[in-house]
């Protein structure tokens, strides 16, 4: 029996978002299936180390009750790369990336993968990504960059567009919860509030991409 409708297979589902106001959107999108304790929604704070220490930690513990996870959520609001998503949009990720993870070469940036220390992407579950775009039509699937310092320039935005082509937006915990998740069916979806770019709070539609995040999870409990 699946957790959510629009999530067929998937018995148990844990949503991870950055903040409240994120969970109490996906919590409001879900209505009674975010009650029945086979999907379950947390705030598990901002940036990949603590969403990571987060997931790990209630992964773990569903494991040692016996009822385990077997698809695990990051989910929240995010920047969009101008040309690829739309502010008030969702995009899909088909792979998290950690983008600044890496060194500095002068001008230049070495990824962690080409250093030899270690993965810096990791691909969504393809039984999950397919299960999501069917659910969610609308949506833009393509890559989504993991960032420890939200981008506020225009030549950061370029930067980031270049080491990850395609990329559609940008958050800062995915990649944190895709690594904690290894092992159980990874997806991530980001709701747009804003243009990746100079920082203009002015510009920023923080509810409008809260609702989106709504919608989301109505769509997948319908």
Known sequence: MSALPGLPGFERVLIVTAVEPERAAVLAGLGPHGAGGRVVAVAG?????????????????????????????SAGVGGGFAGRADVGG???????????????DGDGFIDIETLGFGRGRRTADERLLTALRTALPGAVVAPVVTVTTATGSAARTAALAGRVPGAAAEGMEGFGVAVAAEGVAFGELRAISNVVGPRDRSA????QALARLRETFAALAA
């Open 45 to 73: 704070g901002v940036g990949p180390a603590e969403a990571a220490a987060s997931t790990a930690r209630l992964l773990t513990r569903a494991e040692c009750e016996g009822r385990p996870f077997d698809a695990v959520l």
């Open 90 to 104: 969702l995009v899909i990720a088909d792979r998290s990336v950690a983008a600044d993870l890496g060194a500095e």
């Open 204 to 207: 920023w539609r923080i509810p």
